[in-house]
């Protein structure tokens, strides 16, 4: 399992927007390998929330054909908004694939 809480850029249908991640990951794992080596590549699951500027940028980004996370290191991971605060600009996602953290 691993966690990430930090700035990130979303990129929402091509437009960079800043945000700050709290993020979890988990997945299976190959118990001969152990630590974060004996995590198997493909059977990981990651979620958690992104906070933006305002509502305004929240809605932006809910309604965005296509989602990523750009992490501080340059990693990419693509992600889906399962739902958004209406009052802040918080959003709840889901990840696809493995974790870019």
């Known amino acids: 399992m691993g966690a990430f809480h930090d700035d990130v850029t979303v990129i929402a249908d091509g437009v960079e927007i800043a945000a700050t991640a709290d993020l979890r990951?988990?997945?299976?794992?190959?118990?001969e390998a152990g630590g974060a080596e004996g995590r198997i590549e493909g059977?990981?699951?990651?979620?958690?929330?992104?906070?933006?500027?305002?509502?305004?940028?929240?809605?932006?980004?809910f309604h965005a054909q296509t989602c990523q996370l750009r992490m501080p290191d340059g990693r990419i991971g693509d992600f889906?908004?399962?739902?958004?605060?209406?009052?802040?600009?918080?959003?709840?996602?889901?990840?696809?694939?493995?974790?870019?953290?």
């Open 25 to 31: 990951s988990w997945g299976e794992q190959d118990p």
């Open 80 to 101: 889906v908004v399962g739902r958004r605060s209406f009052d802040r600009g918080l959003l709840m996602i889901e990840g696809s694939g493995d974790p870019p953290f």
């Open 43 to 61: 059977l990981s699951d990651w979620n958690g929330s992104l906070e933006v500027e305002s509502e305004e940028v929240a809605d932006t980004v």
